[in-house]
């Protein structure tokens, strides 16, 4: 009987430990899993970075005879803009400045990846040319953002801009999938958003999404990346505010019944679509929150 109890109690013991051993092996395992895939589709994505210069939309204006004149309607967008000093063309408007910094969500260089788009956009808010210097990388951890924030602040594309100055910033899940302390993480972006501001930067950020919805995700990993996320999100969010940032939430923006065809099918970065849709967001939010001037376009005066 004594023996019976004693295996008994024995058991009671070593049953937990056993699962969380086991629960901790396969976290490992699913962890390992995940930053290699991170790492693959870093290491397939285009090289970072654009530069360029983006033309408000001109619209064609009828005279008092009837007849037509001014440029045909475009979509605000312009070639690569080869020379890093770009003046002020005699009698328009100041250039804005448009920088695009972070990770997957808002990288990339085609003419359907955020930051054209987000040129284009502002482009077309204000009436003015943008100059746009994109930086933001594939799965760029922390460390990545102080680095474009140095090229930020030294870009001469970017200084010959004498109207608004406008940063997005989307970083956090590179940290959350290659585990950092979240003190330096925040700490980084808090950095980085003081010397944006200083340097007359308008700043959106861009809050970690919510990484358990990435395809493929099983327990434990995905309960642990759901906590993760929305801790570092949420630490963001008042980081942003203490900055005197503007904060957006990546969730919030790619969710929905749509969310499906909102993301790529990695779940690492917007599909097509989501792109489009992260794109009007963040304009929407910079024409409501922040004081922009409004310059006339071709044709508003005609």
Aim: proline share 7%; charged share 15%; glycine share 10%.
């Amino acid at each position: 009987m004594r023996r019976k109890t004693a295996v008994g109690l024995l058991c009671t013991v070593a049953a937990p430990t056993v699962l969380a051993g086991a629960a901790s092996g396969l976290l490992r395992l699913q962890a390992g899993r995940l930053r290699r895939a991170f790492t693959a589709a870093a290491d397939a994505s285009d090289a970072p970075g654009t530069r360029m210069v983006s033309e408000p939309p001109a619209f064609i204006t009828a005279s008092a005879d009837g007849s037509l004149s001014g440029a045909s309607p475009t979509d605000g967008s312009s070639a690569d803009d080869t020379s890093p000093t770009d003046p002020s063309r005699a009698g328009e408007a100041p250039a804005a400045a448009l920088a695009v910094l972070g990770d997957s969500w808002v990288a990339g260089s085609a003419p359907g990846d955020p930051a054209r788009l987000l040129s284009r956009g502002l482009a077309s808010l204000l009436g003015t040319r943008v100059h746009l210097s994109a930086f933001a990388e594939p799965s760029a951890r922390a460390e990545a953002l102080i680095t474009q924030v140095d090229r930020t602040l030294a870009d001469p594309h970017l200084r010959t801009s004498g109207g608004p100055r406008i940063a997005v910033v989307s970083m956090g899940t590179a940290d959350i999938v290659f585990p950092v302390t979240g003190s330096i993480t925040l700490g980084v972006l808090s950095s980085a958003l003081t010397r944006l501001d200083r340097a007359g930067f308008a700043v959106v950020v861009l809050c970690c999404p919510n990484l358990s919805s990435l395809p493929g995700l099983r327990d434990p990993l995905r309960t642990v990346l759901r906590r993760s996320s929305r801790v570092l999100a949420g630490s963001q969010w008042l980081a942003a505010l203490a900055a005197g940032a503007l904060p957006l939430s990546v969730t919030s923006i790619l969710s929905g019944t749509s969310h499906g065809g909102l993301v790529d099918p990695s779940g690492q970065r917007p599909s097509p679509l989501g792109r489009r849709q992260l794109a009007a967001a963040i304009l929407h939010e910079i024409a409501q929150r922040y004081a922009l001037p409004q310059y006339s376009r071709a044709g508003d005066d005609a």
